[in-house]
């Protein structure tokens, strides 16, 4: 038996799919992907930009297709693709690298507030906060998830104006010379983006939460488009307002642009900026986390609240053992390049491997 089937009352329309692929994608490396990408590719950085984006809709085209084959979430297409025992062990792959993801997202975020706003407050104290949010939210389901990451696109788009205002001090000669850096080069550029593109793999757990899912399918790549829309013109707004040298030592070259907006009320704009980031931030923890505890729901057959609340306090500990720059170094190491890399192989190798089978079934 399917047990991801989902009533009808627990299901989103199609439309939102962007806002959840959108909201998703837009996390933290947000703030700070230009240092890297611009050590990597320089002026060059925008064609590993677009490439990361048309990897990512050829991504969702094949989850789609899997999806078309073998309706559910991922956790019954892989029992269904590998058998029990093969199948949990991808399961619980993905499993762990939703929490993986959950936590590199609350910890950067926390990191960024430490450094810019309250360098004295412990860890453990802001992970708490967000966690016991987090669980709110998460307990009105997912069509409330759904709408805070509505609301998180809808109230924070307006963040992207401010980059206008830093062309006031820009340079347009610092976007030459164009065409300067060779393939591997590029494709390094490409992994340097990685964090700022992903987040569309939640759609391998959410999908059975959508009605018509198979109809929703230009949504998320209307939500991936603007991603990497909004990518680009954050990088090329950075190119131009930064000189190369400046750009490779500047940590959170988002934010710093935004430090030179002053108005007459407000002295330190980027204060707003780091404040209102977290309607960025919260519907990235809690989309992460609603899919490792449903993961483990649906893998043990058992309430969603009991493995939500174990990985809750796993990641609190985590918060008090460890430094959060020193946790973030190893958590980023992880996904960035082995999970990124597992999806571009494990996403097609899955789609291969269902469609041989289901051929077979029909000889």
Do not use: C
């Amino acid at each position: 038996m399917n047990q991801a089937m989902v009533n009808d009352k627990y299901k989103v329309s199609p439309f939102y799919v962007f806002f959840l692929v959108h909201s998703m994608q837009t996390g933290v490396g947000v703030l700070n992907f230009q240092r890297l990408l611009a050590k990597s590719t320089g002026t060059d950085g925008w064609i590993s930009i677009l490439l990361a984006g048309l990897v990512v809709h050829l991504l969702i085209w094949i989850i789609y297709k899997i999806f078309s084959i073998v309706p559910g979430d991922i956790i019954y297409v892989n029992h269904q693709a590998f058998g029990k025992v093969i199948g949990n062990f991808f399961n619980i792959v993905i499993i762990f690298y939703y929490l993986t993801l959950g936590m590199v997202v609350m910890i950067s975020y926390i990191n960024v507030i430490h450094l810019w706003l309250y360098d004295e407050v412990g860890s453990w104290a802001f992970a708490l906060v967000f966690l016991i949010l987090i669980y709110y939210i998460l307990t009105g389901g997912f069509r409330t998830i759904t709408g805070i990451a509505f609301l998180s696109v809808m109230l924070s788009f307006w963040l992207t104006f401010i980059l206008f205002y830093a062309m006031r001090y820009s340079e347009i000669t610092n976007l030459l010379p164009l065409f300067d850096h060779h393939l591997l080069e590029i494709v390094k550029g490409m992994k340097d983006t990685s964090l700022t593109m992903i987040g569309f793999e939640l759609i391998l757990m959410f999908y059975p939460f959508i009605k018509d899912a198979k109809t929703s399918q230009k949504f998320a790549h209307g939500g991936a488009l603007t991603t990497t829309l909004l990518t680009l013109f954050i990088y090329i707004i950075t190119l131009i307002f930064y000189s190369q040298k400046q750009l490779e030592l500047t940590i959170w070259p988002t934010l710093t642009m935004t430090s030179v907006i002053q108005l007459p009320f407000i002295q330190r704009f980027e204060y707003i900026t780091v404040s209102w980031w977290a309607l960025v931030i919260i519907p990235n923890m809690a989309l992460s986390l609603w899919a490792a505890s449903r993961g483990v729901k649906v893998l043990l057959n058992v309430k969603q609240k009991y493995p939500l609340w174990i990985l809750s306090i796993f990641i609190l500990f985590i918060n008090i053992a460890f430094f959060d720059v020193d946790i973030l170094y190893v958590l980023n190491k992880i996904i960035n390049p082995y999970y990124v890399l597992f999806f571009v192989v494990y996403l097609p190798f899955l789609l291969i491997f269902i469609y041989i089978r289901k051929m077979r079934n029909f000889s």
